[in-house]
């Protein structure tokens, strides 16, 4: 299962949400889906570089590895929150925003596959149960307000 949206659904996502309103039938260029962290407000993820040392004069996710982006981050926020044992695997990268500090950022879809693998083990049952897993994951996780650390998840979209 994979909470992935549709370039039209995410567009209507977009709309619907006041972030942007983006032509599904046209190219979509860096755009990777849709940002959300905990009390704060909506954001269209687009894949940029890594900023250099200074102001950011531009929003966006740079995709890295996770030990480039724990040493950024690190040295940039240092009350930056990270998800770790096998939800290390869902890091996508760093969310630079002007005038805040960057964070963490995670694979929406990722974090709740493994949420749901995590319960069938610990259940001894070899199904999935996708509904609970996405349950979790929206009332204990993705809505949770840990301070100007909190990690962002990335809602992606299939071409």
Known sequence: MTLDL?????????????VVHLDPSREWVGVLGLLEVSGGSPALGVARPLPSPGPVREEG????????GLHYLRERNPDAMFMDGPYI???VGIWSRIGDPPL???????V???????????QGDASLDYGQAVEHFESDIGSAYIGE???AF?????D
Request: proline share 6%.
């Open 89 to 91: 695997d869902c890091f």
């Open 104 to 110: 963490p950022v995670y694979d929406r879809s990722k």
């Open 112 to 122: 709740v596959h493994r949420l749901a693998v995590d319960y069938a083990v610990s």
């Open 149 to 151: 650390g909190t990690p």
């Open 61 to 68: 996710v740079a995709l890295l590895p996770l030990a480039w």
């Open 154 to 158: 990335l809602t992606r979209y299939v």
């Open 6 to 18: 549709s370039k039209v659904e995410m567009a209507a996502l977009l709309g619907d949400l006041g």
